[in-house]
């Protein structure tokens, strides 16, 4: 596949495996897992299980992963369904993580922090290389940083996806600098 392929492949796996697998009729269990001989069904979409294999492991974020025998595939994060469960598991943050935004919602920020908005958890990053990947997706990426890990001692949750990516419900204001 070319890289063009394999981003258009990317993006049409993203939208039906995190938001709207209805959209081929395909059915997602409540681990968010499908499977893969449905996929690979899809009426107008050829590609082949070989194109899904290269995209699962060359993939830039790492967004999808096979079960052990490649039998199903599922989105590692990013869901806006609300019935997948991807059964993550409350850990401990380091200090401070980071979330790349834009300053048109910065007066929205400062006073609701940050929502998770149609997605089921707010998303954070490790450093701020990849908080400001983030950002740069709405316009010239402004970084907040996140105390994490005081948040964590008051008694809030934080998961890490299998890709990586430190989700939680919610991030109070006080919790953010903004400088
Ligand atoms: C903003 C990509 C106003 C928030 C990325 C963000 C990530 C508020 C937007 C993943 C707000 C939501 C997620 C508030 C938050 N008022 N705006 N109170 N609270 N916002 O796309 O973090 O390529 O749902 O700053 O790499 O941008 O898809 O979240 O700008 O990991 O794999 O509301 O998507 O990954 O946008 O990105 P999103 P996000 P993929």
Redesign the pocket.
Known sequence: MTEQQKKKLSKFL?YIL?HHPDAIGLKLDDNGWANVNDLLSTPNMRFSMEDLEEVVATND?K?FSFNADKTKIRAN??HSLKTVDLELKAQTPPKFLY????AK?IP??R?????????QH????KDRD?AV???S??GNPIILSIRALDMHNSGKDFFISDNG?WLTDHIPAEFIDFT
């Open positions: 993203s995190r974020k967004r994060q990013g979330h790349g935004t834009v919602f929205e920020i006073l609701n922090g940050l929502i998770k908005m149609s997605r707010v998303h954070l990053s990849t990947k983030v950002g997706r709405r990516v």
